[in-house]
């Protein structure tokens, strides 16, 4: 179901819904959510089904009852847009989580902080943990692992025929993890590995490492 990284004599698991899991932290990692997203689409027009606002939700309590971290850290994009019907159910959806949640702020997260400070939610430009380093954008920095998000990695798998899939990844290079987007209509941004690059495939029931 899983798959297992080991960087830095550090575990840390790899889960179908696109979120990460430390294992030495306790600290599950899920990036690009976009809350809101549908509501704001539903809103000006788009025919986006009701039930994929309950669907990021229900991914949320999947995988925290999974793994029962006693950190969450969201690495940006939490919120799509400004506050929405979405915003009560995410009050609501905290009310009933232990974790501390931790946001790492993203490009969409306009929110006021205040709003996220009433709730809890502690919020900070990037979190340093030994030898990696978490950002919302993908960032080089000496001496550090870095995990991010913000690009909505996905590959291109070529079937039979001219059938083609394209899903969602996590997508490690030398010193660098990019998160898939978690959230339902996240969209896609294909990648092309180079070199020593890994590609893990999310699906509904697995990841699956396409190098292997």
Not at 34 to 51: D, N
Not at 146 to 161: A, D
Request: hydrophobic share 40%; proline share 4%.
């Amino acid at each position: 179901m899983t798959k297992t990284l080991s960087l830095y004599n550090n575990t840390f698991f790899l889960h179908p819904t696109g979120a990460m899991f430390w294992e030495e932290e306790d600290l599950l990692v899920i990036s690009d959510v976009h809350l809101g997203k549908v509501s704001h689409f539903r809103k000006f027009g788009s025919a986006v089904p009701q039930k994929a606002i309950a669907g990021n939700f229900q991914k949320m309590n999947e995988v925290i009852a999974f793994f029962e971290p006693s950190k969450i850290a969201f690495l940006g994009d939490l919120f799509h847009s400004s506050l929405n019907k979405e915003w009560l159910l995410f009050e609501n959806w905290l009310e009933n989580i232990s974790a501390e949640v931790i946001l790492v702020e993203g490009n969409h997260d306009i929110i006021s902080p205040l709003k996220y400070e009433a709730l809890g939610v502690f919020l900070t430009p990037e979190i340093i943990l030994k030898n990696f380093l978490f950002t919302h954008h993908p960032e080089e920095r000496y001496g550090y692992f870095n995990f991010s998000g913000h690009i909505h990695p996905g590959v291109k798998i070529n079937g039979l025929g001219r059938q083609q899939l394209k899903l969602s990844c996590f997508f490690k290079s030398k010193d660098q993890l990019i998160l898939p987007a978690f959230g339902e209509f996240t969209g896609k941004h294909i990648l092309i590995p180079q070199g020593d690059d890994e590609v893990y495939v999310v699906t509904k029931e697995e990841v699956i490492c396409l190098n292997h």
